[in-house]
C-alpha cells in the first residue's frame, strides 16, 4: 500500500523527460562511438547499463522515507569529502588529471557526487538559518566555508571546471535563501577579487584554454583546434542537418571527446538547428519542472533543495552548450543525459530521484476539505 501510494504522487512528467533525454543520448552516443576501434564492450551497450542502473537508482531515492535525504544529508557529505581525499591519494590518472577512483568493474568521479552532497547541506543549513528580513553576510560564512571544502579538494586534482559548480551552486542557493542584495553584491566584489589568485591557481593548459576561448584562431591547429572542429560541426548541420549517423566531423573523427564534452557538436551537425531546438526544449521543460516543483514544497528544506537541484542541472546544461559553441572556455563539464559516462548519469538520476523524493512535500499539508488520513 504504501508504495503504490508513492507511485500514485510520483511525479512521472519529471520522470519521462529524464527517460527522453537519456533515449537521445544513447542514440548519440552509438552514432559518436562507432566509429570508434574498441576490444571491450562497447560504449553504447555501456551507457545503455548506465541508464537501467540510474533508473534504478532513481526510484531508490524517491521511495526512501521523506526525513530520510535530510537527516543523512551531513553523513553522505563527509563520505564524500572522504573520497575526494582518497583520489588525491590513490586516485585514477587520466589526462594529466588525478580525478577517478578504480572498483576494478567501475570507475567513478566523487566529484560528480559531491555537487549533489554539497546541495543537501546547504539546503539543510540555509533552511535553519532562513529569516524573512533576509540573510546577512554572518550567515553566508559557514555556508562559504562548507563549499571551499569540496572546492578546494577538486581544484587540487586538477578539475577547475567541477570545482566552479560549486561556486554557482553558492551563488544560486544564496539567492533561493533570499540573501540581501548588499550581501550578494559583497560577495560578487569578493568573486571578483579572488580571480587572480585563481589564475595562479591554474595549470599552463588551463590558462591556455582561456587564451584559446578569447582567440582559438591563434593556434587553429594546436590549441584552438577542438573549438574550431566543435563549431565547425555545429554550423555544418544547417537548418535540417545532414541525418542521423551521416556526421562527418564525428565520423571522421575530427571532434575531441565527441561522446562526453562535445556530445552536442555531434548531435547538433546530424540533427541541425532544428533538432537542436527540440533538445532544447526537453532540456528546458526538464529544469522548469524542477523549478516548479521546488517552488510548490512546503517544505524550506525541500524547496531550498529542489531549487538548488534545478540550479545544478541549468549550470551544467549552459556551461556544456556554451563551451560547444565556442561561447566559454572548454572545461570538462558533460551535457546531462546526453553526454556518455556512468558518474554522470548516476549522478543526474539520483539527482532526479531526490526532487521527486522532496518535491511530495507539497502534500505534506492537505486543503481543509480533505481528510489527511486518507489514502
Known amino acids: 500500500m504504501i508504495v503504490h501510494k508513492r507511485f500514485a504522487r510520483m511525479d512521472w512528467p519529471l520522470f519521462l523527460l529524464a527517460l527522453a533525454l537519456s533515449g537521445v543520448g544513447l542514440l548519440n552516443v552509438y552514432s559518436g562511438t562507432r566509429v570508434l576501434s574498441s576490444s571491450g564492450i562497447p560504449l553504447f551497450t555501456k551507457q545503455m547499463v548506465w541508464i537501467l542502473l540510474g533508473m534504478g537508482v532513481f526510484f531508490l531515492f524517491s521511495f526512501v522515507g521523506g526525513g530520510w535525504i535530510e537527516e543523512m544529508a551531513w553523513h553522505i557529505f563527509f563520505t564524500v569529502v ?28 566523487p566529484s560528480e557526487f559531491a555537487k549533489i552532497a554539497l546541495i543537501l547541506v546547504l539546503g539543510g543549513y540555509f533552511s535553519g538559518r532562513y529569516h524573512y528580513d533576509g540573510l546577512g553576510f554572518l550567515d553566508l560564512v559557514p555556508a562559504v566555508g562548507i563549499t571551499l571544502v569540496p572546492f578546494l579538494l577538486v581544484a587540487m586534482q586538477p578539475d577547475l571546471g567541477t570545482a566552479g559548480v560549486f561556486l554557482i551552486i553558492l551563488a544560486a542557493m544564496t539567492v533561493i535563501a533570499c540573501v540581501r542584495g548588499k550581501v550578494f553584491l559583497l560577495m560578487g566584489a569578493a568573486g571578483a577579487a579572488a580571480v587572480p589568485g585563481l589564475w595562479l591557481m591554474m ?166 476539505a480533505e481528510n489527511p488520513f486518507s489514502v
Request: charged residues 10%; positive net charge; proline residues 5%.
Open 82 to 109: 572522504a573520497l575526494l581525499l582518497v583520489v588525491l591519494l590513490i586516485g585514477k590518472v587520466r589526462g594529466g588529471a588525478q580525478r577517478w577512483l578504480s572498483l576494478g568493474f567501475f570507475t567513478f568521479q
Open 203 to 368: 595549470k599552463d593548459y588551463q590558462k591556455q584554454r582561456v587564451f584559446t576561448f578569447l582567440d582559438p584562431g591563434s593556434d587553429p591547429l594546436g590549441a584552438g583546434y577542438h573549438v574550431i572542429q566543435s563549431k565547425i560541426a555545429v554550423g555544418s548541420g544547417g537548418f535540417l542537418g545532414k541525418g542521423y549517423l551521416r556526421g562527418t566531423q564525428g565520423s571522421l573523427r575530427f571532434l575531441p571527446e565527441q561522446h562526453t564534452d562535445f556530445a552536442f557538436a555531434v548531435f547538433s551537425e546530424e540533427w541541425g538547428f532544428a533538432g537542436s531546438v527540440v533538445l532544447l526544449l526537453l532540456f528546458l521543460a526538464l529544469v522548469s519542472r524542477m523549478f516548479h516543483l521546488a517552488s510548490q514544497a512546503q517544505d524550506r528544506f525541500a524547496s531550498f533543495a529542489c531549487g538548488g537541484l534545478a540550479s545544478y542541472f541549468l549550470a551544467h546544461i549552459l556551461i556544456n552548450i556554451a563551451m560547444v559553441c565556442g561561447l566559454f572556455p572548454v572545461v570538462g563539464i558533460p551535457l546531462p543525459f546526453v553526454s556518455y559516462g556512468g558518474s554522470s548519469m548516476l549522478t543526474n538520476m539520483m539527482a532526479l530521484g531526490i526532487l521527486a523524493n522532496l518535491s511530495r512535500t507539497r502534500f505534506t499539508f492537505p486543503p481543509p
